[in-house]
């Protein structure tokens, strides 16, 4: 899981390098996006999911770890359209780019 800081301070100190003023969501690719929501969705759910770790009720467990695993399958599928449609976007830049 996300480590003290979490994604939030290395968000910050990647935008403070690479980035003079911070993207709205229209202007990052989709699969980058899609990187940064599924990422602030495992962090909200760190909390919650170490407390029902610690219970070591086998039943709870086996709900969080199906949680983790739908988690990641609805992340791989979603994954795999926000791929295409970042390769649509990047053709069509350079389509247009092409043309003028």
């Given amino acids: 899981m ?3 800081g979490g994604a939030g301070a290395f ?3 990647q935008t403070e390098r690479t980035c003079p003023a911070p993207m709205t969501v229209d202007q990052m690719p989709c699969m980058e996006a899609l990187c940064l929501a ?14 029902l770790m610690a219970t070591g009720d086998p ?3 086996a709900a969080g770890l199906r949680l983790m695993l739908t988690h990641l399958d ?3 599928a979603k994954t795999h ?3 295409q449609v970042t390769q649509a976007e990047e ?4 389509d247009v780019t092409r043309l003028a």
Avoid at 38 to 51: A, I, K, M, V
Avoid at 91 to 94: C, D, E, M
């Fill in 38 to 51: 599924q990422l602030s969705h495992l962090e909200q759910l760190e909390g919650p999911w170490l407390r």
């Fill in 91 to 94: 053709n069509l830049v350079y």
């Fill in 81 to 83: 359209q926000a791929l």
């Fill in 74 to 76: 609805s992340t791989v």
């Fill in 59 to 61: 039943t709870a467990v």
């Fill in 11 to 13: 968000q910050a100190q």
């Fill in 2 to 4: 996300i480590g003290a």
